[in-house]
């Protein structure tokens, strides 16, 4: 019996067993095997290609559009970059993936548009998989919406999840220390309100860890457990916009019990805000770097990363400035006086003036 025949057998068993304090157990461990299956299936056979919708990385980040086929995902695209997307008012349109650069803040963003994927693309239905495999690679998803059909979020945002996508969200807060003996030991720095440890040992004993030391820091519940353990789970940024919304009464969108951007590409409404959601979602911060000259290039910013260290511009500059690295003299919002030193470690601001000085 295959993986997939597997899955649909504990799938069926799980719809037969009805949820309640008793069968919690039960389903927690049906759960840990199907994700265990999922991800021994997804290990890529040697020597064999996906065929997928591989695009090479460039810019300072990328973002990709997911949605259903026609909802103006093309459009989009041509508004906000330098793309030419192929548009036309009917469905799949884009049958590979496009690729534009959003220039916003000195940023050059990547902008992906995939193709459109349909319930069930997480199985495989309509390429799917391929197209959401892209998704897993980028630094923020936008979901797009048709205004006259947002109630298929959850689909999609299912669809993501099934492969491994947890948009907007964190990394477990979770410790396993393996050993070869002495079973397993529970601990945690948080009171334990959703996994009991019998749980605990049979979803670790479903991933044959029959040794070691568990310390949560968080209050898991079993999905996020096995998130952990499966261990491929991405943690990416994400952008819900609604489109078309030029059609519909301003009203209409109040009701709308999600967080999103309404826009109309077809009419450029609120793109100037979408440009901005996306830079802030990325959260990106621009340096400016100072030669031993005394002139700083403002026209073209250094685009990283919030929370960026010097150590992370030298690496950006060359892989091997740190390893030549003297000290820095910051000016900025980071620094408690122009021209401070600094080293590897200092964490800089929005704005910063940074020199580097070798060795």
Known sequence: MGAEEKIQQIKEEMARTQVNKATEFHLGVLKAKIAKLKRDAAKPKSGVRDGGFAVRKTGDATVVMVGLPSVGKSTILNSITNADS???AY?????????????HK??????LDLPGILEGAAS??????EVIAVARSADVILIILDVFNTKILPIIMNELAEMGIRPDGKPPNIVLKKKHTGGITINSTVKLTK?????????LNVYEVHNGDILF??????????DYLVGNRV???LLVIVNKTDLVDPNYLKQLDFPHLAISAEKKANLGELREAIYKKLKLIRLYLRHRDGEVDYEEPMIIK?????????NKIHTDMAKTFKYAQVWGKSAHFGGEKAGLAHKLEDGDVVLIVNK
């Open 86 to 88: 192929r548009v036309a």
């Open 106 to 111: 000195g940023a050059k963003i990547q902008v």
């Open 195 to 203: 996994l009991n440890e019998r749980t605990i040992k049979e979803i």
């Open 217 to 226: 820091h968080e209050d898991a519940d079993t999905d996020r457990l096995i």
């Open 306 to 314: 919030q929370d960026a260290v010097i150590e992370d511009v030298c």
């Open 235 to 237: 943690y990416i940024p």
């Open 124 to 129: 495989g239905r309509g390429r799917g998989k």
């Open 91 to 103: 469905a799949f349109t884009t049958l590979t993936t496009v690729p534009g650069i959003l220039e």
